[in-house]
């Protein structure tokens, strides 16, 4: 007898605070010269600094402090004239120094927001996510449990770890409380997580695969009576991995909460974590006594006081905002909501932009990679971004299709051939022999005999009705193969039949 | 040519009247009949040593240009990672542990081709005054072998003492160089925090360690403090500046129109007489010397004690807390359906004395919520206040001068019992560390009424080591022109085997 | 304040993660109770008005250019390793989920 999502938000008013851990894409960790590069051998990005070998010291990594203080700045931040690293102190294998360093009370940047928007029955709707605080930190290694049924830490019989990831950058981006959003809770969850990623992307700092972890959402949720002021208990789901799961996620525990609520049972504060395949989270094991992390400022690291000229000098280094930008292509491009939409949703907006910027029409580039393009990733099962086809290629197949070099059916054939591997457009078309025919007297030939075949369909034609004119073009193109552009031969036969 | 100065020793060298090859075996003899007695040493590397010297020598044969130590053998404190060599800190939990890599010290002193003869003893992780506290044993002051050399450092400097290498490395929390010197009767100086990279120093308190060098003669430490200092991007705590000109200042030994602050402080109750005695002919011959004397008070040293019975543990329950028995050093308890948290805590149990014990649970009790501020954070405003006196004192004096310790050395096991008791040994060198300036201590003579060397400090401003180097020097030259000859030629202990 | 229980040293000791026996945990509460009342001397100067110092040397802004060092070998990182397999460092099973 669970609860419908209806149920929960007639009652309810939810209450959201997100975490968003980021990786940074720099090229050596925030404390040492190792290599970050994702997925290499175990233990073969590791020094005596991120090891945590006795003696070793950390030095910060100036570009990571950059690319912090650009994410601040693009999310609306103050950036602290002064800031500190405090370590975090509590005991875990995969963490080789047993102490995080962190920032605590004195982080990098506070106070900013981000505007996301949604889609609802009444519109498109704004909703302001106010910024708390953007702090650098550190990741830990990898621990790979053994023995258990299901490579999962419960039942394992021992661990082995890898610290590769052990001292990348992190920067962790904390929400203020997010009241307000009544039942589009899971929806702006999931708009503000898509919106961060693509600022974080806009700005280069981070890879931001939430399927390889470098993004990764922590979603607390907390429900309280509709018109009640004070907040209710919160759960903390962690390590959400993808934006459709930080939906599921909040929505799921909205529903677990009211719930508990309804049945007069209390909600624990708790760390819960969040399982892809039933959309639910679970409880993680709560420690018997509170953890202590007993803060204190990094004695092996100094503060950090950027002055105002660095400020500034990064501030212009700042893109163009996502939404603003998409907002400007939007209108340059003249394209529909509901098309603009698509693009974004099937993530290729960056895709068809190149394209343009190669010199195609954005109507053909859209038409391209979300028709005949995401058709065949589709089929292949696999993401477009994933095929051999590049805004390149397609821009240049656009330009052929213009010069009248391509028929659009041809052009199909060569995006098909360069998707398979087979080279370039240009060794697609002539290992494939692709030609338009553009011989008039060749065409003629075809013409005359196409008429001769079907004498009562010219017959038709002559006597001026048109339409018949199809049949007698697709023998037209059939003869000649496809290679015929079909407006050319529509003209000619016109002609021959008296209908110019 | 063992008892000789490094500076002599090297002199000989570079005229060719012996090899480094032969002066390194030379000191490996001497600590083969002396250290089982002294037990200075935790671990010798004869063979590394002997070919680091053959190196020198062949180097020296082509006629390469070479540093002014190269060839000087040395002892080396076992916090420091040297690479493939047993690094312990005087402790069970890293029994075994061979570093992949060389702290920054080693790296200058290989670059300066000064052999390293081995790992000296010292207490647990650097926790002590007396060597007591090493997981290997203790380490006999070679004055008097029933006696402590001092801590934590006791084995870097009882190895001076017993002539078993003519310079040392030491580290300096709250006097672990100065106060092994004062008892011993050699010069020990931390310099500047800062001065000396901290990389590869196994970490006691980060705030306050600094490492620095332990001699036979001011000149020796100078030779030794331009050999290791200099600024090191991989400690991003170290000062990127030039170091002090302590070498020019240790040869000019000049002290005409310096001023010398007395701290009022760091003398009277509690200082031993012979302490004191020869405190006051130390400024005697100081004011003989050209230098004016003058009178400083530095009200909060009162609490300087205190507060670093709060900043070290906590820095050091921290920085203690990577010796978990995952990924290197002892592990206990590894047995079937053992969890990582019950190793990690037997292995602690097991691996770390007494004292790390007590002082790692006082820093996580300092650090812990509810106490932060009135512990570790009042901690933290003392040591502000402390560095004002400094900047209020240095306005009226050059140089601060003090006893190095209250008292000379103290007999092994006299003070196990009584923690507060051995944490007052820091009572004068305490101060320094909290504020980071430089400080040396040296010979001042021996104590009458026990016949022990007494210690003398001398406190520089930050990156203003040379003017304690100007200082010491000039009052050891008007010292040994009392005595006639070296302090340590009146060292009975090893009379006999000397 | 300047006192400890034997329950607030386990306590302690749980959070630094040392076994203690109750003998260790009684004697270190009494003898803590001497050295807290001796250290807890600092907050007799120690006024609002006073700003900490967690650092001896006013440095600021150190940091390193972006570039990567060679790393150890997986050989060397793992040799003082008390037990590896698969090129990673075996450690018994864990029991807490990270915090």
Redesign the interface.
Known sequence: MSLTYEDVIAKYEPVLGLEVHCELN???KMF????TIFGA????????VC?A?PGALP???????ESTIKIGLALNCSIAPFSRFARKN?????MPKNFQISQYDEPICVNGYVDVEIETEEGPKKFRVEIERVHMEED?GK?????GATGR?HG????????NRAGIPLVEIVTKIVPGTGKYAPEVAKAYVAELRDILRSLGVSDVKMEQGSLRCDANVSLRLIGAEKLGTRSETKNVNSLRSVERAVRGEMIRHAELLNKGERVVQE?RHFQEESGLTRS??S?E?A????Y??E?D??????DAAWIEELRAQLPERPSVHRKRLQEEWSVPDKEMAAMINADLLDTVEATVILGSDPTKARSWWLGEISRIANEQNVSVKELAITPTDVAEIVALVAKGELTDKLARQVVEGVIAGEGKPAAVISARGIKVVNDDSALMAAIEKACAEQPETAEKVRNGHLPAAGALIGAIMKETKGQADAARVRELLLGHLGQA | MIRKSAAEMANALAQGAITSVALTQLHFNRIASVDKDVHAFLHLDTDGALAQAAAVDAKRAKGEKLSPLAGVPLALKDVLAQKGIPTTCGSKILEG??P??DSTVVSNLKKNDIVILGKTNMDEFAMGSSTENSAYGPTHNPWDLARIPGGSGGGSAASLAAFEAPLAIGTDTGGSIRQPAAVTGTVGVKPT??GVSRYGLVAFSS??DQAGPCARTVLDAALLHEAIAGHD?KD??S?NAPVPQVVAAAKSADVKGMKIGVVKELNGDGYQPGVRARFEESLELLAKAGAEIVEVSCP?FE?A???Y??IAPSEA?SNL?RF????????VG?ID??????????T??VG?GREV??R???G???L?SGYYD??Y?????????I?QDFTNAFAKADVLVSPTCPTTAFKIGEKSDD??AMYLNDIATIPVN???IGGMSLPSGIADEDGLPVGFQIMSP?MKDERMYSVGAALEAALLGTWGAPILSKAPALGGVA | ?SS?SRD??A??????????SEEELVN?AS??T??LE??????????AD????????P????????????????E????????S???????????????
Not at chain 1, 32 to 35: D, K, V
Not at chain 1, 59 to 65: F, T
Not at chain 2, 377 to 385: D, E, I, M, N, P
Not at chain 3, 11 to 20: F, G, K, Q, V
Request: with cysteine.
């Open positions: 720099t090229n050596s040492c010269g190792c290599s051998e175990p233990n073969t990005q590791t020094c005596p090891l070998l030095v910060v990594n100036e570009k990571a402090i509590y005991f875990y294998p995969d830990t621990s790979l449990h053994v023995g830490i394992a019989e021992y661990s082995l770890l890898d610290y760390t993680g094991r420690k006594q953890e202590d992390y007993r204190f400022p004695p690291l100094v503060p950090v006081e950027p | 542990w061979r992949p890599y925090y800062g705030s306050l991007p991003a705590t000062i909060n609490y004690l205190a507060a019975y709060l329950s807390a978990d028995a995952m990924r290197y050093g002892l592990r590894d359906g053992a969890s990582a948290e019950e190793v990690m805590k037997l602690r149990e770390f014990k007590c790692i649970i006082l996580t009790y300092a812990s009135a512990y954070g009042s901690a933290q405003k003392v040591r502000t206040l560095t923690p507060l909290m504020a980071g930050v | 304040m400890l607030e040293v306590n302690l000791a749980r959070l630094a993660r040392i076994e203690m270190l003898e803590f001497v050295i001796a250290v807890a001397r600092v907050q007799e100067v120690a006024g006073v700003a900490p110092t967690s650092h001896p040397l440095l600021r802004n150190v940091f390193r250019p972006d570039v990567t060092t060679p790393s150890l070998t997986p060397e990182a793992l040799s003082g390793a008390p037990a397999e698969d090129q990673r460092f075996r450690v018994p099973q864990i029991l807490g989920e990270e915090a």
